[in-house]
Nanobody
């Protein structure tokens, strides 16, 4: 099992950048598929990006070219570098992890962080 703690959120002006971190405790973080989700006020939670055990990344269209997901297994940490931020990126960002690829393919993540607020002012 892992416990996830996000950090790095904050208030930034449009066009600015932030780097979110997702620190994992527990063993074998390198065996976990990691994803970032976000939830804006009044909206459903939505998928943002993911990185596989092998380092393959995926992004939804609305963040492609602006966000970069990465992981450092030696530090048990995943990152989401966000650039060219827009007011519509304002949300609570959550890190999720799952070791079972079958559950990942069903979009089922067993481990979640508490979230970190990102606010982008116009």
């Amino acid at each position: 099992q892992v416990q996830l703690v996000e950090s790095g959120g904050g208030l930034v002006q449009a066009g600015g950048s932030l780097r979110l971190s997702c620190a994992a405790s527990g063993r074998a973080f390198s065996n976990y598929f990691v994803a970032w989700f976000r939830q804006a006020p009044g909206k459903d939670r939505e998928f943002v990006s993911s990185i596989s055990v092998g380092g393959t990344t995926f992004y939804v269209d609305f963040v492609k070219g602006r966000f970069t997901i990465s992981r450092d297994n030696d530090k048990n940490t995943a990152y989401l570098q966000m650039s060219s931020l827009k007011p519509e990126d304002t949300a609570v960002y959550y890190c999720a992890a799952e070791p079972d690829i079958r559950r990942v393919l069903r979009s089922e993540f067993g481990y979640w962080g508490q979230g970190t607020q990102v606010t982008v002012s116009s």
